[in-house]
Nanobody, 115 residues
């Protein structure tokens, strides 16, 4: 059973930083690409960043230079380091993995950035 558990969200002032974590179980973590998505109120869920099994990363234009995705295969965890946060980064952040054509999501962690 695939399970993703996010943590690390919270309330932060603009310009601050947060580090999100996503612990995965039920999969051979090192053999899957991983992603972070976010959904702001009234908006569609969007890809924030992804990391391949080989460590190649990809970022949405809106977070390039501010966010860093990384993975630690030893502890089955993917991270999202978020720096220079802006109020428009406020959203629920979700971890994602696709296994055999099916998308799996965590429960999400809320990030609120105050101005």
């Amino acid at each position: 059973q695939v399970q993703l558990v996010e943590s690390g969200g919270g309330l932060v002032q603009a310009g601050g930083s947060l580090r999100l974590s996503c612990a995965a179980s039920g999969i051979i973590f090192s053999t899957y690409d991983m992603g972070w998505y976010r959904q702001a109120p009234g908006k569609q869920r969007e890809l924030v960043a992804s990391v391949t099994i080989g460590g190649r990363t990809n970022y949405a234009d809106s977070v390039k230079g501010r966010f860093t995705i990384s993975r630690d295969n030893a502890v089955n965890t993917v991270y999202l380091q978020m720096d220079s946060l802006k109020p428009e980064d406020t959203a629920i952040y979700y971890c994602n993995v696709m296994v055999r054509g099916r998308n799996y999501w965590g429960q999400g962690t809320l990030v609120t950035v105050s101005s």
